[in-house]
Structure formats: structure tokens, C-alpha cells
């Protein structure tokens, strides 16, 4: 995507995506409902949010589990954005950073009644991020992840083109095929609504591009940046009936 040494482009990178309200398609009813659907959670469950973000689906299972969170991120601003929340919702005694990147995760079997993830798993491929988790839950713990998916057979080649960073990408049959071969039973799925993506992702993203555009218009890595990022809309704009993110909630077997 980008020709010049990402070194050179990598703060610019974080000026479009790190200063938006969620670090990928998403939205707190969502969240809820996914939440909603879980089993046998206990009262006060023990939850690790992988890849949390800016941590809005942080605070909203704070709020509905009645639970501790351990919210895990390999970028340190993230983690001081969920702090700064948590502290300003009353939540700070609940909710525990972590700067850990999920592959080196180093917590004891069996520590966690929930694992979380929206769009972030994909990061150590989905399938090892499906077996990392597994030991880490207790006896019939649940997960509840967001996966990148096809949503049709029938994929034109800008689907197949923007789609490209996803090389293992699968369909919504095989990733619950996926589920049950890593020892989980998958309590239910469904479609983000295209809301997720626009609301609180891409309708932000143009917002910042503007504005970015303006004040660094001068920097040759700084467009290249935003011009991929606008690349990103306008190409999923094209392909959004044909992909889209599934939340899947299963549970740990034995």
C-alpha cells in the first residue's frame, strides 16, 4: 500500500487512525447484543479486551457485565484514552491497562470468564488468535470477536482488491467450522449493520482527512497516508454488500 519506509509515515498513520472514536467498524448496541448473547456468564465475570483500541466496547461491557476488564493494547495513547474515560464515568476501579502485544499475551490458564476482540484478532490470524484464547478462558468461558468476512460468493475484483490484506479470509460457514475446530461452540453470529462502518468509523475517518489534508499539505508521507485511507472508503463503498464484519460468540468446550 504505501512505497516510502513506514518508519517515515508511521505518526501520520496514527493522526488519521488513532484519533477516531473506534479503531475499526463498530458500535456500542452491537457490542450489547453480542454481550446479551453469551451463556452462562457469572455476575461479575473477569473480562481481557484484545486489541481494545480507544476502548469503546471497553466501557460499554464495563457497564453491562458488572465485571473487571483488563484491557490490552500494543499502542500506549489508546490505553491512556481508556483511562481517561474510565476515570471521567466513574469506571477507573474496573477497568486495568495493559501495554502487551496480544501475541506475547503471558496470563495464567483459566484467568478469564470472557475474552473480547472487535477486529483485532486477525492480527495473529484468526484461527491461532481462536487457539491462543482457548486455554486462557475458564471451563466454558465465552468469547465474543468480530471477524472480517465474505458475505456472498459472487466477489467482484474490487471486493477481491481491497480485500487483499485479508489473505485468509473465509465466509461466515467456514469460520464457524473454524470455531468448532478450535474447541468452541458457537452460541450465535450476526451482520454488523452498515451504521458500524460509516457512524463511527469512515464518517470520522473523511472528517479527519480533511482536516489533515490542510495542515499537512506540504508532506509527501502525510498524503500518501491519507490517500490510502481514502482509497480505504471509496473501496469499501464499492464492495460493502460483498464483506463486512460478523460478531461470532461461542464458548469454550472440553
Known sequence: MYDKPMEDKTAYFFEVYGALPRAGPGDDASTEKAFRMMNGVPEKPMILDIGCGPGKQTLVLARISGGRIIALDNHRPFLERVEADARALGLSARIKTVLQDMK???????????????????????????????????????????????????????????????????????????????????????????????????????????ELRETCRDKAAAREVLDAAQAEIEGFEKCSTELGYEFFVARRTE
Open 104 to 210: 506475547t499475551m503471558d496470563f495464567a490458564p483459566g484467568t478469564f470468564d470472557v475474552i473480547w476482540s472487535e477486529g483485532a484478532l486477525y492480527q495473529m490470524g484468526f484461527a491461532a488468535g481462536l487457539r491462543a484464547c482457548r486455554p486462557l478462558l475458564k471451563a466454558g468461558g465465552s468469547i465474543g470477536l468480530t471477524e472480517l468476512v465474505w458475505l456472498t460468493d459472487d466477489r467482484s475484483s474490487e471486493a477481491v482488491k481491497w480485500a487483499w490484506d485479508y489473505a485468509d479470509m473465509k465466509d461466515v460457514k467456514d469460520n464457524l467450522a473454524l470455531f468448532e475446530a478450535c474447541g468452541y461452540e458457537v452460541d450465535g453470529h450476526f451482520t454488523l449493520p452498515a451504521s458500524s462502518w460509516i457512524d463511527s468509523y469512515y464518517g470520522p475517518m473523511r472528517a479527519r482527512i480533511r
